[in-house]
């Protein structure tokens, strides 16, 4: 969660590796913006103001809907590897974390870009969708994420339809929804080791959705 404390020794239990190479992942991590370190205090997640959100959103209304113009239509297994993302997304919100449920819906615009085919913008949503999420985490309930996750399946069907412009009209209004929805909604535990363990271990996707079976004719 924003403004949490990441202890090197907690960090390095965790993975079993040594205090060097943990602090060697956060400062990778403090040069991209996503953590900061305290003076006697140790290292922390950032805690991004709600006009840095705004301005990360900005970025992703125009590079995604961009991205979106010219997308045509996808392949088949694209928008099978979509469809998927959204049924992850689906059960994260029935049955995991907050932070499980918000890492899957900022991951489907990182998953989109990939699909897409532009590596060099799909790192560069990596980077984008995750100063949201720190925002998201604390501020987006249930509902909203619920709401998020429906207006995905939205953008995949119009793409699987081939139509680009109602898929790029789609992302616009959902961004857009995403970003006023953020009420504040924060989010506290009494066990932060219990937290950091939950938060950093590996994704238990849905199970995947069954392939259609040809219909005899």
């Known amino acids: ?110 998953c989109l870009a990939d699909c897409l085919g532009n590596h060099l913008l799909t790192d560069v949503m990596r980077d984008l969708t995750a100063r949201t999420t720190l925002v998201a985490s604390l501020r987006q309930s249930t509902q909203d994420a619920a709401k998020s996750c429906e207006e995905h399946a939205q953008i995949v069907a119009a793409l699987e339809a081939g139509d680009a412009g109602s898929a790029e009209q789609l992302m616009v209004a959902h961004i857009g929804s995403v970003q006023q929805g953020l009420g504040d909604v924060p989010s506290t535990a009494n066990d932060p080791q219990a937290r950091l363990r939950a938060s950093l271990a590996p994704l238990r996707p849905a199970p995947p959705i069954p392939t259609p079976t040809p219909t005899p004719g």
């Open 1 to 110: 969660m924003p403004g949490e404390r990441l202890g090197e020794q907690a960090l390095a239990d965790l993975y079993g590796v040594s205090r060097t190479l943990v602090r060697e992942a956060l400062m990778q991590l403090q040069a991209r913006g996503f953590v900061e370190v305290r003076t006697r205090k140790g290292w922390y997640v950032v805690e991004p103001s709600l006009e840095q959100a705004r301005n990360a959103f900005d970025a992703r209304r125009i590079i995604e809907t961009g991205m979106l113009r010219d997308a045509g239509r996808p392949l088949q297994s694209t928008i099978k590897r979509l469809r998927q993302h959204v049924a992850d997304e689906r059960h994260a919100i029935a049955h995991a974390d907050v932070a499980t449920r918000t890492f899957l819906l900022a991951d489907f615009h990182v």
